[in-house]
């Protein structure tokens, strides 16, 4: 809709009336009387281990004899999850129309991921996957103590406006949601303050962004020791990493506390944040199997992330490698009182990562920055192996000395022989959903 040529050469107010019959059309066929009576039973999954086991057990069998039963590419005699093997993004790639199920009923949705690592990969939904996303979502944002008709402000990946315009407004109203919707592709330092009045001023109580969205406007109040001048229940963060030091800054100029949702468009695994930070996995929205991989820089286990998709019958995924990791957690409940699983943090998404000078990838970059005076922000580009180029915003506190800083970091992470190149930018390059990838490698 947004690149559409009526919308784009509208008066503002008929872009505003819009977006909000769009999102009027979206809520009728998304939050119907199914989306509701789901939300209330995810809901008791919350503190009830016996109602989430009840749950798993059904849509383990439910999702293994749809595959079984209406899909090529599954057709054994297999009865539990292990019985499957590993499959992949590539292995999606190469047999697309086997994982589409024979039964089809109603409209079929046509989605892809952002491509961030390559290729798109697409997928396809029927209705009843969009309807149960949102049951999930609405149990989410209930967690962040969202309630009807709560102002929101939301900054993600929609082309609210122009990408060629320069002067505020960069943001729409979406009425009917109660709703400031603000461009992530806008988010340029001189604008950075218009951006915090308009959702102050439209008093909104929860923001939902993308986190690299809203820790440069975290960044921009702390270096001129500003806070958030409204008063917010929370902020809800998905689709990108959100390193736990950014985290801690959010929550401190903002004032609330950060819930962090991370899921894929493949359905195949969601963990949410909750009131007291752990990360829980949501083992009534997939079945998640962690797979050993190593340790982290500080020792910890690491898993890499196996998910089976419960919600989407047109396309079932089974045993799908995610290539996303996790930190695992000593801890085996949380002050919350929810029966989910706990892990200590995510790690970087796949397609995030350097390759350093002895030819082995590098995903975890968020200690390169600490310590460097004056820097906003940071996106590495790397196109051959012997050479980083590093995207910086920066304030007047970036002087030579910090520069040189910046680039010790680098060769003490990647090797003393890499060639690192500094440049100064008003935005960071972003996918064509909004999204900031930390590092773009491509060779």
Not at 234 to 247: C, R, Y
């Amino acid at each position: 809709m947004f690149t559409n040529k009526i919308y784009q050469s509208s008066p503002i107010l008929v872009q505003n009336v819009l977006l909000s019959i769009r999102a009027l059309i979206r809520q009728k066929l998304r939050e119907n009387k199914e989306c509701a009576k789901l939300t209330s039973e995810l809901m008791t999954h919350d503190f009830d281990i016996n109602a989430l086991s009840s749950y798993q057990t059904k849509m383990q069998k439910k999702i293994i004899n749809e595959a079984t039963q209406n899909t090529e590419f599954y057709k054994t005699n297999a009865k539990e999850i292990n019985d499957f093997s590993f499959i992949d993004k590539k292995t999606i790639n190469e047999n697309k129309d086997q994982f589409l199920s024979s039964k089809r009923n109603g409209p079929i949705i046509k989605g892809a991921t952002s491509g961030t690592t390559g290729s798109p990969l697409t997928i396809l939904q029927n209705m009843e996957s969009v309807v149960i996303e949102q049951a999930f979502v609405n149990r989410m944002m209930a967690w962040a103590g969202f309630k009807d008709g709560d102002k929101r402000a939301w900054i993600r990946g929609d082309m609210i406006v122009p990408l060629n315009q320069k002067k505020a407004p960069f943001w729409r109203y979406s009425y009917f949601e109660n709703m400031i919707m603000l461009s992530s592709f806008h988010m340029s330092q001189q604008h950075l303050s218009s951006y915090i009045k308009a959702m102050a001023d439209f008093d909104a109580q929860i923001i939902q962004a993308y986190p690299s969205s809203i820790v440069t406007l975290a960044k921009y109040l702390d270096t001129n020791d500003l806070y958030y001048p409204g008063v917010l229940k929370s902020i809800v963060t998905s689709s990108e990493s959100l390193a736990k030091e950014d985290k801690i800054l959010v929550e401190k100029r903002f004032k609330c506390t950060v819930f962090d949702w991370y899921g894929l468009f493949e359905r195949v695994a969601a963990i949410g944040s909750c009131e007291h930070g752990s990360y829980h996995i949501l083992t009534d929205y997939s079945h998640v199997e962690l797979i050993p991989a190593g340790e982290s820089e500080e020792g910890k286990e690491r898993a890499e992330i196996i998910g089976t998709n419960y919600n989407n019958s047109l396309y079932p995924l089974i045993r799908y490698k995610t290539g996303d990791h996790v930190i695992l957690s000593d801890k085996t409940s949380c002050a919350c009182g929810r029966v989910f699983p706990i892990v200590e943090s995510i790690e970087g998404r796949v397609g995030d990562y350097l390759v350093a000078e002895d030819g082995q990838k590098v995903h975890i970059l968020n200690h390169i920055p600490k310590g460097v005076n004056g820097l906003l922000g940071t996106q590495f580009i790397q196109k051959e192996l012997m050479k980083i180029e590093v995207l910086v915003t920066c304030n007047s506190d970036f002087i030579d000395s910090e520069r040189l800083k910046l680039i010790t970091n680098i060769k003490e992470r990647l090797g003393h022989k890499m060639e690192v190149t500094i440049t100064v930018v008003n935005d960071f390059i972003r996918t064509k959903n909004g999204k900031m990838r930390q590092a773009i490698c491509e060779f």
